[in-house]
C-alpha cells in the first residue's frame, strides 16, 4: 500500500513563474490536505480538500494560491507568480475520514519550491 | 484559539532519555500527535494519543497527557543516535476534520 505520494520533490521557479505541487493521496483516503513549512519554522495548515470540494481553506494565501482535488487524478497545488517568500516545503496529508475517530494523518515526503 | 508551543533544542548522551516537552491552549484537542522529521524529509507519525487517555506507551516511546495543565510530553527511553531530528507535537479538533495544528519543532541532538 503505496503512501502519500508528492511530486516533484524538487522545484525551482524564477519569480514571476507558476508552481504546480501533485500530490496522491494513501489508497483508500479521500481527504486531502495541505500544509506548508517555511524554513525553521512548523508546519501550518494551508486547506483541506476531499473529492471535488474545498472543506477548508483558512490557510490558504488570499492571492496566486489554489488547490483541487479532482474526481479523478492527484490533488493539486497552484501558486501563481511566484515570489522569493513562497520558497518552502509544501507538505500534503491524506486520511480516511474527517472525524478523527481512531484515524490517522500521513504525510508525504514534501515538495521543496525554491525561488530564484 | 490555537497555539502548540514546543522548547526548541535539546541534547542528551547516548543511551539516557529524552523527554520533549508540548504546551497547547485549546482544550477542545481530541487527538495529540507526536512527528519526527529528518533533515530533508517528510514527516513520520511516531504515535498519537486521545485527549481521555493520560499515558500511552509504544515500544522505547511513551506519551504522557496531562490534560487540566494542557501539557504532552513524549520520551524516548535509550536514545540513540539515529532519533537525532526535529520532533513536532500536533493538535487535532476532531470534528474539525483532522486539520492539525503543529507546535514549532524541537530539535533532538544525540551526543556519543
Known amino acids: 500500500n503505496a503512501g502519500v505520494m508528492q511530486n516533484p520533490r524538487h522545484l525551482v521557479r524564477r519569480r514571476g513563474q507558476e508552481a504546480r505541487l501533485r500530490c496522491s493521496p494513501m489508497?483508500?483516503?479521500?481527504?486531502v490536505y495541505w500544509y506548508r513549512q517555511l524554513p525553521e519554522e512548523g508546519l501550518k495548515f494551508m486547506v483541506y480538500?476531499?473529492?471535488?470540494?474545498?472543506?477548508?481553506e483558512s490557510g490558504m494565501p488570499k492571492e496566486r494560491f489554489s488547490a483541487e482535488f479532482p474526481k479523478e487524478g492527484p490533488s493539486i497545488l497552484r501558486i501563481q507568480q511566484v515570489v522569493r517568500g513562497d520558497s518552502a516545503a509544501y507538505f500534503c496529508?491524506?486520511?480516511?475520514?474527517?472525524?478523527?475517530?481512531?484515524?490517522?494523518?500521513?504525510f508525504g515526503e514534501g515538495s521543496w519550491l525554491t525561488v530564484v | 484559539g490555537e497555539d502548540v508551543e514546543q522548547s526548541l533544542f535539546l541534547s542528551v548522551r547516548e543511551g539516557d532519555s529524552s523527554v520533549i516537552n508540548c504546551t497547547y491552549t485549546?482544550?477542545?484537542?481530541?487527538?495529540l500527535y507526536w512527528y519526527k522529521q529528518e533533515p530533508g524529509a517528510g514527516l513520520q507519525l511516531l504515535t498519537y494519543?486521545?485527549?481521555?487517555?493520560d499515558m500511552k506507551q509504544d515500544q522505547r516511546l511513551t506519551v504522557l497527557l496531562n490534560k487540566k495543565d494542557k501539557h504532552l510530553s513524549l520520551r524516548i527511553a535509550d536514545t540513540q543516535t539515529g532519533d537525532s531530528a526535529i520532533y513536532f507535537c500536533?493538535?487535532?479538533?476532531?470534528?474539525?476534520?483532522?486539520?492539525?495544528?503543529f507546535g514549532t519543532g524541537t530539535q533532538l541532538k544525540v551526543e556519543l
Open positions: 496529508a491524506s486520511s480516511s475520514d474527517r472525524t478523527g475517530s481512531g484515524n490517522t494523518i500521513y
Open positions: 489508497k483508500g483516503h479521500s481527504h
Open positions: 480538500l476531499q473529492k471535488e470540494n474545498i472543506i477548508d
Open positions: 485549546d482544550s477542545s484537542s481530541t487527538y
Open positions: 494519543i486521545f485527549s481521555n487517555m
Open positions: 500536533a493538535e487535532s479538533l476532531g470534528g474539525g476534520g483532522n486539520k492539525l495544528t
